[in-house]
């Protein structure tokens, strides 16, 4: 008896991103207001991070409402219908409602059928991470089209009293469709994680921890403190900009494409700082232009790079066709890079 | 190997590069943070063009150590491969 084989998923020989979009909360944070919680300036802050303004979600732009917002651009601008969409991944580390995933309420308020739907948590290189898998299941025959969606409130974990972060975080969402393609659109994933530095960007306590203290009204014990982000700026410094830049150079090389052919450059907006000094490490020629979405939207993790490539798109800082390296790195610490062809 | 005054020479040409401070402003007692100015992430990109031109490990641990030109040049003279 010959030994039975399994018929392979055939998928499409190459994938790229078909259509980006945004969602930006309502409300602006300007400067002027985080001056309210801490001991700061304007300038400082300015210099310090390049950011001007922040976007903070109000209580009805939950993470699925942002999400499904942006998704709905995001659709649209590919020019298809929700039913054709075989796979909802959803990139967030600040939706507090761990079980079920929020992918799934997403998939099904767009009219996704019975796609299968799952979150990630990739913090700031959940983007590139989502990208990456949906690359996989496009041409792995596991799905046509696949949504990838970053979002993130990081206001609900953000210390307002923390002189060193409660300035850095917004919120919003940004959303990818990522599907077959007649040429290659998305390089190789240069992607990868360095759990030795997990402490140098992380929550403060785990929710257990935080909800096993008594409260300071008892007048004994701890008090409770709901968890937040916090981050060692110098480490992190040191290795968003000098580490990654090799990891970014890495990604032109694995795609064949040098730094001059490309027309966009989209790193994770953390701060403007790493950015400028990441431009200078890669050696990345003034001709490319480059995000600087951070001013005006502040560090929103995973949904920074599809933000911030909406605005360069719409903006007519970047062109559809035009090839983007993307490289988003954070809390793991994670990092993953690629070039792609903008949608 | 190099003699302290090639040592300080060498950070005044990367605080100037950095942080556009006169090299001649960067003098062994001044402080970096509270004199010239040099925020903490441009101390990481002075600390980083330091390990390169004098082929020296300046550990993230010891970034905080060095708040004097002075501490800086002695950490380089005694680390320095």
Same mark, same amino acid.
């Given at each position: 008896m010959t030994k039975p084989q399994i018929r392979p998923a055939t998928g499409a020989q190459y994938s790229r991103i078909h259509g980006v979009g945004g969602y930006r909360p309502v409300r602006v944070i300007p400067n002027s207001e985080v001056l309210e919680w801490i001991d700061s300036s304007d300038e400082w802050i300015r210099t310090r991070s390049g950011i001007a303004e922040r976007r903070w979600a109000g209580p009805e732009e939950s993470v699925a409402e942002m999400s499904v917002q942006a998704a709905g651009k995001a659709i649209a601008q590919a020019g298809?219908?929700?039913?054709?969409?075989?796979g909802v991944i959803v990139s967030t580390v600040?939706?507090?409602?761990?079980?079920?995933?929020i992918a799934t309420e997403i998939a099904q308020r767009l009219g996704c059928g019975t796609a299968p739907a799952f979150d990630i948590s990739a913090a700031c290189a959940g983007f590139g991470y989502g990208l990456g898998l949906a690359d996989g299941m496009v041409r792995g025959g596991n799905a046509e089209y696949v949504l990838v969606i970053g979002v993130e409130r990081l206001s609900d974990l953000t210390d307002k009293s923390d002189r060193s972060t409660a300035f850095i975080f917004g919120d919003g969402a940004g959303a990818a469709i990522v599907g077959p393609s007649n040429t290659p659109g998305i390089g190789k994933l240069i992607w990868g994680s360095d759990g030795s530095q997990a402490d140098v960007i992380s929550q403060t306590q785990a929710w257990d921890t935080a909800f096993a203290k008594p409260d300071a009204i008892n007048g004994q014990g701890e008090e409770q403190k709901w968890p937040a982000l916090r981050m060692d700026g110098q480490p992190v410094f040191r290795w968003a900009v000098w580490e990654m830049a090799k990891v970014a150079q890495q990604a032109l090389d694995a795609a064949g494409i040098t730094a001059d052919q490309l027309g966009a450059f989209i790193p994770h907006q953390a701060n403007m700082r790493i950015t400028d000094a990441m431009i200078k490490a890669l050696k990345l020629p003034a001709s490319v232009p480059v995000a600087r979405d951070i001013a005006e939207t502040g560090n929103t993790s995973a949904a920074s790079i599809p933000l911030a490539m909406e605005r360069m798109l719409e903006s007519g800082e970047a062109h559809s066709g035009d090839l983007a390296l993307i490289i988003g790195f954070g809390a793991g610490l994670v990092y993953a890079a690629a070039v792609v062809t903008l949608p | 190997m190099a003699t302290q005054n090639e040592v300080q020479e060498g950070l005044a040409e990367i605080v100037n590069e950095i942080a556009?401070?006169?090299?001649? !402003?960067?003098?062994? !007692?001044?402080?970096?943070?509270?004199?010239?100015?040099? !925020?903490s992430l441009s101390m990481v990109e002075v600390v980083v063009a330091a390990e390169e031109r004098f082929d020296v490990k300046i550990p993230d641990d010891e970034v905080k150590n060095l708040k004097t030109v002075g501490d800086a040049v002695n950490y380089i003279l005694t680390n320095a491969a």
């Open positions: 298809i219908t929700p039913e054709q969409i075989g600040s939706h507090l409602k761990q079980t079920p995933a | 556009g401070i006169p090299v001649e !402003d960067v003098q062994l !007692d001044k402080s970096f943070t509270d004199d010239l100015d040099v !925020d």
